[in-house]
């Protein structure tokens, strides 16, 4: 049996009396999608924030590749290749899409320039490169602030595919993207991160996408994981249709 590239234990985090994490036991097997979903507040954000080093649980242990990250900072998470996007895509909107990934690029090697004038042609070739995967190559000259929705959620996955990780956290990445759009973005990022071989976690809220790209779909409830298994197995199940999918269809 292969061992798990992430896996929780008995995660725990209560914000007062509300409880985000009430007891997380879930293992992500290298090169699987794992689609994350459940209603507003169920604490899937929650999650990612524990195993990303942004919050740190009351009780539980969180292990990459075989290596305890809990107490780790952000930046040392990310360099043992944990990566992350946000639901709000987080980049330097007066740069452009290249300058924004040329940028990544001199981040992973420990060499930040906050000045684009002043960045290598390495990390820009690197960048642009990367940019044509994800068939970005057309905006690459345009500020960041001028592209739609679904090129900022992609241009921010390949800020986070730069970093080069083995893992990749992304919360909602479609969210805010056109209905129309969404399948081509979806479909986009999954074929970059399987050819980079990126295992991925990605909350989403749009069953079509789940059913479409998961290999497992984890159903969040109240701080619990309440169902765990294949998309056709788990979407079917006439409880979750009815707590999950009937309440995440309005979040
Ligand atoms: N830093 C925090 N301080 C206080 N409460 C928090 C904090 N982070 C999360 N919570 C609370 O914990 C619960 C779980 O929040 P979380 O954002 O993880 O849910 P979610 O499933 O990601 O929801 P959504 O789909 O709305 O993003 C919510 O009740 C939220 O208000």
Redesign the pocket.
């Known amino acids: 049996m292969s061992t798990p590239l992430l896996s929780a234990k008995g995660l725990r985090l209560a914000?007062g009396g509300?409880k985000?994490a009430d007891g997380i036991d879930l293992d992500v097997m290298a090169g699987e999608f794992l689609a994350i979903i459940?209603p507003?507040?169920?604490?899937?954000?929650?999650f990612i924030n524990m195993s990303t080093g942004y919050l740190r649980p009351q009780a539980g242990r969180i292990e990459f590749d075989g290596q305890p990250i809990l107490g780790l900072q952000p930046r040392a998470i990310v360099r043992r290749g944990i990566g992350r996007s946000f639901q709000l895509p987080q980049l330097f909107t007066e740069h452009t899409v290249l300058e924004n990934a040329a940028l990544a690029v001199a981040s992973r090697l420990g060499l930040w320039s906050p000045l684009a004038p002043l960045l290598r042609p390495a990390w820009r070739e690197e960048a642009m490169d990367l940019l044509e995967r994800f068939g970005l190559q057309g905006v690459a000259g345009s500020r960041a602030d001028a592209l739609n929705e679904g090129a900022r959620k992609l241009a921010d996955i390949a800020m986070a595919v730069a970093l080069q990780p083995r893992l990749l956290l992304m919360d909602e990445p479609t969210s805010g993207v056109a209905a129309a759009e969404k399948m081509q973005i979806v479909e986009t990022l999954v074929r970059v991160l399987r050819q980079s071989g990126v295992t991925a976690v990605f909350?989403e809220h749009d069953m079509d996408v789940v059913a479409r790209f998961a290999d497992r779909v984890a159903v969040?409830s109240q701080g619990r994981i309440a169902a765990l298994g294949p998309p056709a197995q788990v979407l079917a199940d006439p409880v979750v249709q009815r707590d999950v999918i009937g309440i995440s269809a309005h979040?």
């Not at 507003?40 to 929650?46: E, Q, S, V, W």
Request: hydrophobic residues 50%; without cysteine; glycine residues 22%.
């Open positions: 914000f509300v985000a459940g507003n507040g169920a604490g899937k954000t929650t909350v969040w979040a």
